[in-house]
């Protein structure tokens, strides 16, 4: 994962501090970078710490789910969207619920009390745990302007089978006309927005191998990049498994690329001090046959090796 070393340490020395951004954290940054990770080097995970990849796989599972609210994250012990629907839940109640009010423990313990909640009580979830048609709602019930929706993607899949070679193999998840209903919701508009599939042939010029590229327009790189690179990596493997295909490059595009000037700038320096182990293996369970076939059980990450976590705070 040396790429994403030379990334990071390009955004904390090379960076351009903004001090009046949204979450009045301030962040140092550059704009448009890209990563290329080759799958045939093993599975693209950051090994200079920990990345819970137990929370990689549920959150993908969601976005699949083709759900807007974090009941089965809660349910599954995965709390890394708790913080938007729980601002929401605060500020509907009459709290400030600022940076700061964010790092005292009055918080802490009434957040984990909310996830709790929202796990175990079904008609609090549906009216505190929707962050609005983010990710999943938009891959899977994109509207259709005619009274419908469409499924993005099975329709990518059937891209793969039917017509490999198209240059539109495309999913969005960033919706113009949406984007105030995620924000008046609580939610955070995609950062991940859109990804393309790209097949390429074997020497007889059958599809053999399959690319992804994802467009990121903000890169949270110390806590957020680190996911994004393991959980588009995973879904392009998932993809090429359904559909026969070789797992090729995943390409990581980044626009606004940047860390938080709170306590995150200085854990990234601690990781920049850190050297890369060698890349673990992916397993997906072979008698998985479609997209939405696959559970939990049937990912599996074999020889994954990393230093110690670094623990970093969430800018909502």
């Known amino acids: 994962m040396k790429q994403y070393l030379k990334l990071l340490d390009d955004v904390v020395n090379n960076g351009t501090v903004i001090g009046a951004e949204r979450t009045g954290n301030g962040t140092i940054g550059v704009f448009s970078r890209q990563m290329r990770f080759n799958l045939d080097d093993g599975f693209p995970i950051v090994t200079t710490k920990l990345v819970h990849f137990r929370s990689v796989v549920h959150e993908l ?13 809660a349910q599954n012990n995965v ?10 839940y605060l500020e509907k109640q009459g709290v400030k619920a600022d940076k700061e009010f964010f790092k005292t423990k009055e918080c802490k313990g009434g957040m984990k ?6 796990a175990t009580d079904h008609e609090f979830a549906l009216e505190h745990g929707n962050l609005g048609p983010v ?10 302007g005619k009274g419908g929706d469409i499924d993005q993607i099975l329709q990518a899949g059937e891209m793969l089978r039917l017509d ?3 240059r539109r193999n495309i999913v969005s998840a960033w919706n113009v006309a949406e984007i105030p209903e995620i924000v008046r919701s609580g939610g955070l508009p995609p950062c991940h927005c859109m990804f393309q599939f790209k097949v390429w042939p074997d020497k007889d010029g059958n599809p053999s191998r399959l690319d992804l590229d994802l467009a990121q327009r903000s890169c949270d790189t110390f806590l957020g990049v680190p996911f994004n690179i393991s ?3 995973l879904l392009l493997s998932m993809f090429a498994h359904v559909y026969g295909l070789k797992p090729g490059e995943f390409i990581w595009s980044g626009k606004d690329v940047h860390v938080y000037l709170n306590d995150n700038i200085d854990q990234a320096k601690k990781q920049l001090k850190r050297k890369p182990h060698p890349l673990p293996k992916l397993w997906l369970n072979p008698k998985v046959k479609t997209i939405d076939g696959f559970t939990f ?3 599996r990450l074999d020889g994954y090796v990393h230093d110690d976590a670094l623990r970093g705070e969430i800018a909502v």
């Not at 709390?79 to 929401?88: F, G, R, S």
């Not at 009390?113 to 929202?118: A, D, L, P």
């Open 61 to 73: 599972i969601w976005f699949l789910k083709g759900s807007g609210n974090i009941e089965y994250l």
């Open 113 to 118: 009390e909310f996830s709790s909640r929202i």
């Open 135 to 144: 990710y999943g709602v938009q891959w899977r019930h994109w509207p259709d």
């Open 231 to 233: 959980s588009y990596s």
């Open 79 to 88: 709390h890394i969207w708790d913080e938007w629907p729980y601002k929401a």
């Open 164 to 166: 490999p070679w198209s």
């Open 297 to 299: 059980e049937d990912i």
